[in-house]
């Protein structure tokens, strides 16, 4: 059974940074693409990041030059770093993995960007 557990949300003020990962665990050989998403109240689920096999990683435009995903193929761990943070960056957090044409989804990060 394939899980993805994430970490590292938290309260961050404007212009900080915060860090997440997640972790996929199960029986899992190759990963076809790896990503965060994003849900803020009121809003419908957006991509924030992507990187899919080893091409170049797609960002959302909102988030060009401060955010930055990475993955570490061997762990089956995918990060996003978050620079520069915005309070319209608020938002529940979602990793999300495309295995064997299946969608698997983490159960979410709380991201809130508040002074």
């Known amino acids: 059974q394939v899980q993805l557990v994430e970490s590292g949300g938290g309260l961050v003020q404007p212009g900080g940074s915060l860090r997440l990962s997640c972790a996929v665990s199960g029986t899992i050989f190759s990963i076809s693409a790896m990503g965060w998403y994003r849900q803020a109240p009121g809003k419908q689920r957006e991509l924030v990041a992507r990187?899919?096999?080893?091409?170049?990683?797609d960002y959302a435009d909102s988030v060009k030059g401060r955010f930055t995903i990475s993955r570490n193929s061997a762990k089956n761990t995918v990060y996003l770093q978050m620079s520069s943070l915005k309070p319209e960056d608020t938002a529940v957090y979602y990793c999300n993995i495309v295995y064997r044409g299946n969608n698997y989804w983490g159960q979410g990060t709380q991201v809130t960007v508040s002074s």
């Open positions: 990187i899919i096999r080893d091409q170049t990683p």
